[in-house]
């Protein structure tokens, strides 16, 4: 641990992650796995949030304060750090949601970048979503995103 980590965060005391913002990290790590984050992505994070139940008692404060956390851990190691933080805390139930959610934001803006690509066949190992739901999931996403 250095020398600030215990004045300004970092090290091993970092808190553990809840089940929102994993949900939340998954879905912006897929918004920003090629370098940027497309307004159509943004778009699309906030529209799957904003329908779950999950999310229900978020005031904006609270949904602020845990996106600038999330963004932090996505600034200091980018979207395989957050992946790597958010997989192990999302429950059983929400793999599948944020996987299709992933997919749809990957496809949002028309463009399906290489570090895309892998992002998606990360999550879906790291999610253990099988193979054939997995490419069962992306065509459909493919569809919905066409035009």
Known sequence: MGLFDSLFGGGSSDKSVTKQEAFTGIL???A???GHIA???AQGLWTAIERMKLFA???PDKFNRMMDTLLKILKKGGADLLVEKCVP???EELKATAFVNACDIVLADGVV???E???IEKLQKKL???GDEAMDIVKIMVIKNRG
């Open 32 to 34: 920003a796995a090629d």
């Open 28 to 30: 912006l790590a897929a």
């Open 39 to 41: 307004e159509e992505e």
């Open 117 to 119: 690509k892998a992002l």
């Open 89 to 91: 805390a999302l429950p």
């Open 57 to 59: 008692n978020f005031t």
């Open 113 to 115: 970048e290489d570090e």
């Open 128 to 130: 253990e979503i099988p």
